[in-house]
């Protein structure tokens, strides 16, 4: 599945970090996932409990920030609304998504000696 590859990735990066930082284990990963992301929380929390064992996340809590998909004009930046048509209603050009396909680490909490 997808988000056990995206899992084991994301612990890559959280160890390379821990290790940087000279931590010694993760108390908390916080990761922003958009919408549009393509993934699904349940099954990214299923695989991280999964994943983590003897890595620096053993005891981390993984928190999962939901973000919305927003759309602006391509042209006049514009917000478009959710539920619009994707297309600008005052000169048409199309939308761009401004959040909402990302899949970030935004915070780690370590725990350092
Ligand atoms: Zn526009």
């Given at each position: ?20 930082h ?66 600008c ?25």
């Amino acid at each position: 599945m997808h988000e056990y590859s995206l899992v084991s990735a994301l612990i890559d990066r959280v160890e390379t970090e821990a290790r940087s930082h000279g931590a010694l284990a993760v108390a908390r990963v916080r990761l922003r996932v958009g919408e549009l992301a393509g993934v699904e929380p349940d099954l990214l929390r299923t695989a991280f409990e999964m994943a983590r064992a003897g890595t620096v996340c053993a005891g981390a809590e993984l928190e999962l920030v939901a973000v919305g998909a927003r759309w602006a004009c391509r042209g006049c930046g514009r917000e478009i609304p959710a539920g619009e048509r994707l297309a600008c209603s005052i000169c048409g050009e199309p939308a761009r998504l401004v959040e909402g396909d990302e899949l970030i680490l935004e915070r780690l909490e370590m725990e350092v000696a």
